[in-house]
């Protein structure tokens, strides 16, 4: 499996990556993005503001507060809107290699 080390740079729905194979992939997410309906939490993601606050926890991307969590004792609070790696990565084109 392979996961998203760092951010190299971001651009509107274009997030470019080292990942743990230190390859350097560039990932465009402007089809998946807008191909979600308005009830789907990805389709906040439209809002080039809100995309370019992409984070990454050191496996794969995720915005904060992107979705709401449900508590046991019926609270809510935001929790983070991710995408799964493995997806990110057949989304993605290699840009290049870092050398060892």
């Known amino acids: ?20 194979n230190n390859e350097i992939r560039e990932i465009n997410l402007r089809e998946f993005i807008f ?4 009830n789907d939490s990805y389709h906040q993601l439209i809002d080039e503001a809100r995309f370019l606050q992409v984070k990454c926890d050191g496996t794969t991307l995720f915005w904060e507060n992107g979705i709401t969590i449900k508590e046991i004792d019926g609270t809510e ?4 809107l991710d995408i799964d790696p493995d997806y990110l ?5 290699k840009k290049s290699i870092l050398s060892h």
Do not use: A, H, R
């Open 1 to 20: 499996m392979e996961w998203i080390k760092e951010i190299i740079t971001v651009e509107p729905y274009i997030v470019t990556c080292l990942w743990n």
């Open 35 to 38: 191909s979600k309906s308005k």
């Open 77 to 80: 609070k935001g929790g983070p």
């Open 89 to 93: 990565y057949d989304l993605s084109q």
